[in-house]
């Protein structure tokens, strides 16, 4: 199967500010893959652009789709959750049912009645009675009772207590995903979704840091933690971000699969937040 | 796959106004028939009963069952203003936006929806609501009346099946002219909530004086002025032939009664439809609709 999400010089600009800047990457099916940058990197902005809310220049095609010009098509095989608590207040729980129910060909109603047995929501109870928590999972049944080609899921599990965040994530696993599915999830909690993503996507200033799956990260990215002692000798292999820690110095490479590298401390493959911190720290230096 | 009949029915899972406020006046206008004071100068009852006033009839019995649509009208009208400048505002206020452009309907079935439930949802329940309150008052009222003039055939003069027809009829037409009349309206109404990101009441409010406060300071003329007001009253000339209605003012008890008796007999569709300002206003709504639908695309938040 071809490419889900293929954008090729995208860009986006609000007035002077570049949020996007001609940015390309692929997303292929059956991928999960997680958009990771700090606030004001252009994540959202991505996001929008392949969800169709909003035009751009350059190329972008999601399923094969022109999202902006056609995304009431895209829908129907899309589904997303951008920010959480955006169910408005008015809705009670039966009328978000029948109305994803009656609008998309794909959503299977006794697949999210299964999702919402398990929680303690009311079917007539209004949105604006549920708590934060209980609007998260609300939002979430119905978008995972959709049979979607590609879902995207923008800081999913803001306002979840720690349980459900983890249980979100593993009936993400077991009951959604699928190798035909392609994920793609954007959070500030990296060490949450680290285990579950195939593929990250850097984003920095509008610009893509790296691109690349977990396994290259872990044949290609190297993060050693030194004692002083062997600080100098460390350095002759050109790390590319390093920072002190009790004491020891913690380096990042990349490329560094040297032996003799690997014998001058502990080494490790980076965790994709501290890989994200020294990509976007190392950059910036 | 038509997702029309649930978009419309979403729009009243949102907007219980839409049943609330005309609940509101039926029950206003029902305890008045049931419990209000009823008096009668001269025997104007047994005048109107009687022979020479046959007539008159048929006017005052379609000049009543006409006044009970004015409440509802009035009401319908401030609903459709309120409910179209909410229509495409409040969801990007509270970002729900997000939650339905998530879900396979297009931006234009969205705009189209608010625009069914305002120009033909809201007038046909209307139209129901007055027909409906007309059953019940008629009946309250005719019992009332019966007690109060036993030797008086009541029921005959308030069920007479040619004043009921002509007054529901003329409803019917005034409420389709009036609706094609003020799509401009509706369509700038739905463009200011698709845009404006605060205050859509000014929004909608203040270009238009501006333009013509403008227009007076720098020509001293007042086109535009004149071409909202016919925006808002010319529908009845063009649609209703009011000379001919005139004639048909009855007198009653020495007062002459402006009475809309038999404005039945002067409804104009001929004149009204081959108006170039009918059609004109509807290709401006169209254009107002359009940039609408184009603003609805471009998600923004408020």
Redesign the interface.
Known sequence: MGAVIEARGLSKSFGTFRALDNVSFSAAAGRIVGLIGPNGAGKTTAL?AI?????YEGELKVLELDP?AQ??????EV?????VA???????VQ?AV???A????RFRPEQAEQFLSRTSIKRTSRVRELSKGMITQL?LAL?MAIDAKLLVLDEPTIGLDILYRKQFYESLLSEYFDHERTILITTHQVEEVENILTDVLFIDRGRIVLDSSMEEVAEKYLQLTVNPDRVAAAREFKPFYEREIFGRTVMFFKDGAADGLRKLGDARTPSVADLFVAKIKGAAA | MNHMPLLVRREFWEHRSFVIAPAIVAAILLIGVTFGHVEFGNNSLDKLASPEFASKQYSVMTGILSVVALPYLISMGFLTVFYLLDSLYADRKDRSVLFWKSLPVSDRETVISKLVVAAIVLPLMTFAAVLVTNVLFSFIGSLRLSSYAEHVNIWSIVWQPSAWFSAHALLLYSLVAMMLWYLPILGWLLLVSAWARRAVILWAVLPPLAIIFLEHVLFETSYVAHLLKDRFIGWFHLAINTNAAAEHAMVLDGERIPMTGRLIDAIDPATFFSSPRLWLGIVVAAGFIWLAILLRRRYSET
Not at chain 1, 51 to 55: D, E, K, S
Not at chain 1, 71 to 76: A, G, K, P
Not at chain 1, 79 to 83: L, N, V
């Open positions: 929008r969800l169709g809310l909003t035009n902006y995304r009431d098509r895209l829908m129907q589904c997303f959750i951008a920010d955006v169910l408005p207040g008015w809705l009670r009328q029948d109305y994803v009656g609008v998309h060909p939002h978008v």
